[in-house]
T-cell receptor
Framework: DAGVIQSPRHEVTEMGQEVTLRCKPI?????LFWYRQTMMRGLELLIY????????DSGMPEDRFSAKMPNASFSTLKIQPSEPRDSAVYFC????????????FGPGTRLTVT | GENVEQHPSTLSVQEGDSAVIKCTYS??????FPWYKQELGKRPQLIID?????GEKKDQRIAVTLNKTAKHFSLHITETQPEDSAVYFC?????????FGAGTRLTVKP
């Protein structure tokens, strides 16, 4: 398996623009997580899905952030409009319930909002 | 929700010495405690984990201990090497909700 796949790996955009981050979880994994990592706040859980259904989005910072999982192999995290304080590395991770429990991280998307 | 605290935030040791990182958690329902290592510019990767029905687990130079009564768990790295230098994160999971500590930047000096 190729592991968790994220795209793009780097994104530079101007304030006010819409940003869409993409994730493909490991095949067969039924949990998908979106995290944000910054120096100031560390690794924060934004939202997670189980079987494509959002379970907990309490970590989503504002209404500007939204996430979807239209099917078991694809999820998006959208920021509209983007702001400089959204600059961070966004990780997607997946795991399989009932298995060894290990959460596998994708390579991350480094977002810079100017 | 779960709250995980991690100490110290930075740790510097001499090559060959041991390193210990400690974490506490708040939710007694947490039952899975992984440790991740993150090298600069890379993704977090699992190095060891422990479940609530186990008190200690060891894998070569790495060991983790868990005290459920006190709600704390620790990572021990023995015979440290320069390649152990990284940021280490502890985490605690309730069902599928995993919360991470703030991380410890470990530097191993040759």
């Amino acid at each position: 398996d190729a592991g968790v796949i994220q795209s793009p790996r780097h994104e530079v955009t101007e304030m006010g623009q819409e940003v869409t981050l993409r994730c493909k979880p490991i095949s067969g994994h039924d949990y998908l997580f979106w995290y944000r990592q910054t120096m100031m706040r560390g690794l924060e859980l934004l939202i997670y899905f189980n079987n494509n259904v959002p379970i907990d989005d309490s970590g989503m910072p504002e209404d500007r952030f939204s996430a979807k999982m239209p099917n078991a192999s694809f999820s998006t995290l959208k920021i509209q409009p983007s702001e400089p304080r959204d600059s961070a590395v966004y990780f997607c991770a997946s795991n399989q319930q009932g298995a060894d429990g290990e959460q596998y991280f994708g390579p991350g998307t480094r977002l810079t909002v100017t | 929700g779960e709250n995980v605290e991690q100490h110290p935030s930075t740790l510097s040791v001499q090559e060959g010495d041991s390193a210990v990182i400690k974490c506490t958690y708040s939710d007694s329902a947490s039952n899975y405690f992984p440790w991740y290592k993150q090298e600069l510019g890379k993704r977090p990767q699992l190095i060891i984990d422990i479940r609530s029905n186990v008190g200690e687990k060891k894998d070569q130079r790495i060991a983790v201990t868990l005290n459920k009564t006190a709600k704390h768990f620790s990572l021990h790295i023995t015979e440290t090497q320069p390649e152990d230098s990284a940021v280490y994160f502890c985490a605690a999971r309730v069902v599928s909700d995993m919360r991470f500590g703030a991380g410890t930047r470990l530097t191993v000096k040759p």
